[in-house]
């Protein structure tokens, strides 16, 4: 864990820590969920950031918890990482999580995708299920400058939904969808992720 995360383990486990103690309490996460963060929701976000610019902008839509913008934030110091979100108490803890653990890099936007289309263009778009992938680049396509990438984490099936979404992603001249797998450290499953270039 400590090897993978390297410099962020301190922040990304104080996070964890964080979200155990109050994330049911907020709505954040399920019951559930709070026995198996690690592998299902810490470990999960950081295994998107292998295909991740170090630098630049990334925009983390419908960011919820801060997964996994603020787990991203936290490993890529250099990336400006802007948290988009429509629901105030979760803009208020993403808010609280970027004071407590001093995330210069990180900026939280209230509001959904689409009314920041044509606010500023991000070099790659994140995030993490939020929606079907047709609906997905409709959001998040307007976001990227040309030549961007929407690098989102999915579910095994994801393949299915690509044939259903060529028509949003033909609108915006993107690459062929490329399935990738997002591999953290042994014992634990891989995460799917779905990498498509804006032409």
Known sequence: MREYLGDAYEKVAGFGELLREQGELRGLIGPREVSRLWERHLLNSAAVVPYLPTAGTLVDIGSGAGLPGIVVAMMLPELHVVLVEPMERRTTWLEEVVDRFGLTNVEVKRGRAEEYHGAFEADVVTSRAVANLTKLARMSMPLLRRGGEMVVLKGRNVSAEIDPARKVLRSFKSS??????????????????LRVRRG
Do not use: F, Q, R
């Open 176 to 193: 062929e969808p490329e399935i990738l797998l997002g591999e953290t450290v042994p014992g634990v499953e891989a995460t799917t992720i």
